[in-house]
């Protein structure tokens, strides 16, 4: 910072500038690839390392573009998606005293696998219903995110109050997200289980608990996320984790918060 100077050495360096400065933390974890579109609207990823000289005379002067452009198809394989920005610290690894022992069929066990292998072959997220006794399998192709496809949605929309089971695959080692548990606010949901990239196996139900509407939920999910953000300061081991550390501690701890909140039922363990 002693050498910060605007218009010399930190934007803006010309009219309608539009860099910014961001901080720089030695304990990062180096994020790969940058995305970007070329003149046709394509995608394509720059390796982190990639000079801007050589990002240039490539994309600007029409160079060789060999080593610093990466197409679609390469971007897209398990080498770049997974396992995300998150890490399991060592004091955390097949740690599941937080959570009730799970309860799942050999076949569901089963399912999660599958999910899981085809994630690790893919790098998408990938989902699964059970329905009235049957499977269907699906995935959207993207990587944080997996949307119920038209059919199956009417499947469920048709099914009994709390027989369906939802199931889908993390591209990194996170717990249920606030959106996993939402979908329990279906009346037709019975449980939704997930099988992390490290293969640990989470299932979250309402048991017990009782049933809040979306407001009421979707206001104590905020309230828990700045929660969990202004205590995780004070966890043990804090300052020695990394930043995707920190990540998962976070989501793991929310995740947590929210069953406990709504007396729901959080089941963890490995495959």
């Known amino acids: 910072m002693a050498d910060y100077k605007p218009g010399v050495t930190a934007p803006p360096f010309h009219a309608n500038c539009r860099c910014t400065t961001v901080p720089v933390f030695e304990d990062e974890e180096d994020f790969g690839e940058r995305a970007a579109k070329d003149a046709d609207g394509k995608t394509y990823y720059v390796p982190a390392d990639t000079k801007y000289e050589d990002w240039k005379k490539a994309f600007v002067d029409g160079g060789d573009k060999a080593g610093v452009i990466k197409s679609d198809a390469v971007a897209n394989n398990k080498l770049r998606q997974v396992p995300g920005k998150t890490s399991v610290p060592k004091e955390y690894i097949g740690n599941y005293d937080d959570f009730q022992p799970l309860t799942l ?75 996993d548990f939402r979908k329990l606010l279906d009346e037709k949901i ?7 990239y490290n293969k640990d196996i989470y299932s979250a139900s309402i048991g017990n608990g009782w049933i809040p509407t979306r407001q009421e939920f979707d206001v104590a999910v905020k309230r828990i996320a700045k929660e969990v953000d202004d205590d995780i300061f004070s966890y043990p081991g ?30 963890g363990g490995a495959l």
């Open 105 to 179: 069929t050999d076949n569901e066990r089963l399912l999660l696998k599958t999910l899981g292998k085809n994630t690790l072959e893919d790098g998408f997220e990938h989902g699964a219903a059970i329905v009235s006794g049957e499977t269907r399998f699906f995935t959207s192709g993207i990587v944080d995110r997996v949307a119920i496809p038209e059919d199956v949605g009417k499947m469920i929309d048709a099914a009994a109050n709390r027989s369906v089971h939802l199931l889908h695959s993390h591209t990194n080692e996170t717990l249920p997200s606030a959106t």
């Open 190 to 196: 019975d449980k939704v289980s997930i099988i992390a």
């Open 238 to 267: 804090f300052n020695e984790w990394t930043i995707a550390e920190r990540n998962y501690v976070g989501i793991r701890e929310q995740a947590y918060r929210i069953a406990r909140h709504f007396e729901w039922t959080l089941e």
